[in-house]
């Protein structure tokens, strides 16, 4: 369907469901020209009859590939690092739809001493039973590689919501460093990038990932403590 108001053409966006049921937000990515975006949009399929695209405050800053994960017990949005050009990120960042329908970004974790390496591509999903995030995988900067045969990492990360969102803390859940190989470091999953499309899920407070730049299906028990 077209739209008379619509976002731009691109590739390397995010999207994800919105809060409060609203619809999907859409953010970031490149166009057309090769120009990297920071715009968030609000896409609402009841609206109309076709649908309406509402154009939202810019995200954190430019990029691409950034991961994103949908909180719905906060009503919450979360974003995760990307890249803008060899630029890679690991900040996180909160955002919530507020009375005016407009959205609001907030750093978290900033002052965190432990944290996942900059990366693109990876997989975050939210975990209801530990009311956490969990992210893994993803492509690093090359340079964290010792070889660039397989840039792609396999180390999986839980960031801790609760009490506080803006100040929980990211906890290792296994290696956590990128690794040139696809080969599994512990038996229980191997490297993979997301590839544009969501890889993780959980059930419980069972992760499971399937597929994307490697291939298999890995079934892992998330502490929820």
């Avoid at 049921?21 to 490149?30: C, E, H, Q």
């Avoid at 002052?111 to 995030?133: H, I, K, N, Y």
């Amino acid at each position: 369907k077209t739209h008379a108001t619509s976002p731009v053409p691109r590739v390397g966006h995010t999207m994800i469901t919105a809060p409060n049921g609203r619809g999907v937000l859409l953010f970031g990515g490149r166009d057309s020209n090769d120009d990297l975006l920071d715009d968030v949009w609000l896409f609402d399929p009841k609206a109309g009859a076709n649908g309406t695209w509402t154009q939202l405050s810019s995200g954190p800053s430019k990029r691409r590939q950034a991961s994103m994960a949908y909180d719905p017990v906060r009503e919450q949005v979360w974003l995760f690092g990307g890249r803008r050009g060899a630029t890679f990120f690991n900040d996180l960042w909160v955002g919530a739809l507020g009375p005016t329908g407009d959205i609001a970004w907030t750093p978290a974790g900033s002052t965190m001493p432990d944290f996942p390496f900059v990366r693109s591509d990876a997989s975050l999903v939210f975990e209801p039973v530990g009311d956490q995030l969990i992210l893994f995988g993803g492509r690093p900067d090359s340079s964290l590689l010792a070889s660039s045969a397989q840039p792609v990492a396999n180390d999986l990360w839980a960031y801790r919501i609760d009490p506080d969102p803006l100040s929980g803390e990211w906890h290792s859940l296994a290696a956590n460093q990128p690794t040139a190989s696809v080969a599994s470091l512990d038996g229980t999953h191997i490297g993979r990038a997301r590839g544009g499309a969501a890889n993780i899920a959980t059930v419980d407070s069972t992760l499971v990932v399937f597929g994307c730049t490697t291939q298999g299906l890995g079934v892992r028990e998330v502490d929820a403590s």
